[in-house]
């Protein structure tokens, strides 16, 4: 009898079976990034070390041992001399007014509190890029808040009629100056490096010398330097009689070092900008500021992005250095704070340097996840 070749023809699609649990979700990602090979599971066993290693003290002290309440030292000192106590928030809890507002006048504190409260308001709205309105927001932003901020921390006195009592500069401190310093330096500072970075690259042989001259020497100019003879040198040169706030001189300061580096992050974004940009801009007729504003910059600052925001965290971050100068920013209000022997304790430093890093790290990662969202909504071709 012949040999018959029996096959079994499928009449239907066969039904979908899921992928091998090794392969997907979270097995399959630590399999393909952190156990692909014998070298990356060292590497991975390391790195899970080290982690441990650093985090589980940092834990241990912050949160674990942490003392929360208390009125005094007494509250933050080890009960055990074979043991180490943890971070004394009690004495952040203590001094938190004072990180806030500096020496500013108590019963005045909520002039403060309005600045802080028309700073959010305000800004919230410009970052979103749905919002309405932006032109007005931008104005009130721009224009409207320096001027009643102003009023309003300083103090306004009209004749005989006080509407709000003078407050000196020299009271203010803590998170305060660190932002007046800061917002300042970062709103005033990006226009002046466009412009700087424009007249950099201007065919006018004058314009284009001054640029220069100004980046190059205030790159070449540590940022200390600069506040000390703001502060200390620069009321030496002025006529007799002639004075200008101490914060006032560390804001012009701030904005003109901040504004050379600035101008060199804007040029960078300008130079990338292809050739056939500026030709198809003046064959549309535009000239020199109606194609900057309209073709130019808007693709140049979007490239530059990363390196714009870089700069602001830079300067954000460069305001302790007023300290030197007899500002209390946060940090320098901090310090301060360590010559109250009420809370002197083993743990009052580290505590204290804990709090502002803490609160550096929430204002320097809110700048550089916003970048990234804008980075994501703006590209158009330019992400890789």
């Known amino acids: 009898m012949a040999n018959v070749d029996i096959f079994q023809v499928r ?10 649990v090794s392969t997907t979700g979270a097995i399959g990602w630590m399999r393909q990034n952190l156990f692909s090979s014998v070298g990356n599971t060292l590497l991975t066993f390391f790195g899970m070390y080290l982690a441990y290693s650093i985090i589980m003290p940092f834990i241990q002290f912050a949160f674990i041992d942490a003392i929360w309440t208390g009125d005094n030292r007494e509250a933050c000192l080890a009960t055990d001399p074979n043991t180490h106590a943890g971070a004394c928030w009690a004495y952040v809890k203590a001094y938190l007014p004072q990180f806030i507002y500096g020496r500013y006048p108590e019963m005045e504190r ?3 509190d309005i600045v802080y409260a028309m700073f959010v308001l305000l800004l ?27 009023f309003l921390l300083t103090g306004l ?19 305060l100056v660190t932002l007046v310093i800061a917002v300042t330096g ?41 506040l000390f003879m703001s502060s200390v040198m620069l009321p030496l040169f002025l006529p007799e009689g002639v004075t200008f706030d101490k914060l006032l001189r560390v804001l012009i300061g701030v904005t003109l070092f901040s504004s050379a580096y600035m101008a060199e992050v804007v040029r960078g974004g300008l130079q990338a900008i292809p050739k056939g940009q ?8 535009l000239r020199f500021w109606p194609m900057m504003y309209l073709i130019i910059l808007p693709q140049a600052l979007k490239l530059v992005i990363p390196g714009i925001v870089n700069t602001f965290i830079g300067l954000f971050k460069d305001t302790t250095l007023v300290l030197i100068v007899g500002m209390f920013d946060l940090l320098g209000q901090i310090q301060s704070s360590f010559s109250d022997p009420n809370w002197s304790t083993p743990t009052q430093g580290h505590t204290g340097y804990l709090f502002a890093a803490i609160v550096f790290f929430v204002f320097c990662f809110g ?18």
């Open 157 to 175: 006195e009209i004749g005989d009629f006080v509407v709000f009592p003078i407050v000196e500069t020299a009271q203010w401190g803590g998170l």
């Open 186 to 226: 970062i709103v005033a500072s990006l226009p002046l490096g466009i412009a700087l970075a424009l007249g950099r690259r201007s065919q006018m042989p004058i314009i284009k010398l001054v640029s220069i001259i100004f980046i190059e020497f205030w790159r070449g100019v540590p940022l200390i330097t600069v």
């Open 278 to 285: 500026y030709e198809g801009a003046m064959a549309l007729g």
């Open 367 to 384: 700048m550089s996840r916003y970048s990234i969202f804008m980075e994501n909504k703006l590209h158009t071709g330019h992400k890789r």
């Open 110 to 112: 909520y002039r403060v």
């Open 124 to 150: 919230v709205p410009l970052l979103m890029p749905s919002a309405p309105q932006k032109t007005l927001n931008a104005i009130l932003f721009l224009v409207v808040f320096p001027i009643v901020a102003y």
């Open 11 to 20: 009449t239907h699609e066969a039904p979908l079976l899921p992928a091998p």
